[in-house]
């Protein structure tokens, strides 16, 4: 069984800033991504940023320049820096973890998702 818990989440005004983390324990291995998704009220859920086991990245446009992804892989861990909040970044934020749940390359990866923290920014 894999617990993913999120932390950092909260209340902020428009221009400040938040540091969210992510661990995972129990049975996952060789974690291949990490990441942040949202969900904002009546939207869709979407990728914020991503970080592979090579430590290359990818954002979302909307954050770009804003949020910095940061993943240990060794810790099993991701966190998300995001400076200059902004009222449209208000949402439930996901973390996403893509590894295998044993030791061994003969299993494929598996997602982890989860139940997310809430990121309030106020006018």
């Known amino acids: 069984q894999v617990h993913v818990v999120e932390s950092g989440g909260g209340l902020v005004q428009a221009g400040g800033s938040l540091r969210l983390s992510c661990t995972a324990s129990g049975s996952i291995f060789r974690i291949n991504t990490m990441g942040w998704y949202r969900q904002a009220p009546g939207k869709q859920r979407e990728m914020v940023a991503v970080?592979?086991?090579?430590?290359?990245?990818n954002y979302a446009d909307f954050v770009k320049g804003r949020f910095t992804i940061s993943g240990d892989n060794a810790k099993n861990t991701v966190a998300l820096q995001m400076n200059s909040l902004k009222p449209d970044d208000t949402g439930v934020y996901y973390c996403?973890?893509?590894?295998?749940?044993?030791?061994?390359?003969?299993?494929?990866?598996?997602?982890?998702w989860g139940e997310g923290t809430l990121v309030t920014v106020s006018e």
């Open positions: 996403y973890m893509n590894g295998r749940p044993h030791d061994s390359l003969a299993y494929a990866p598996q997602a982890y």
């Open positions: 970080i592979n086991s090579a430590g290359i990245t």
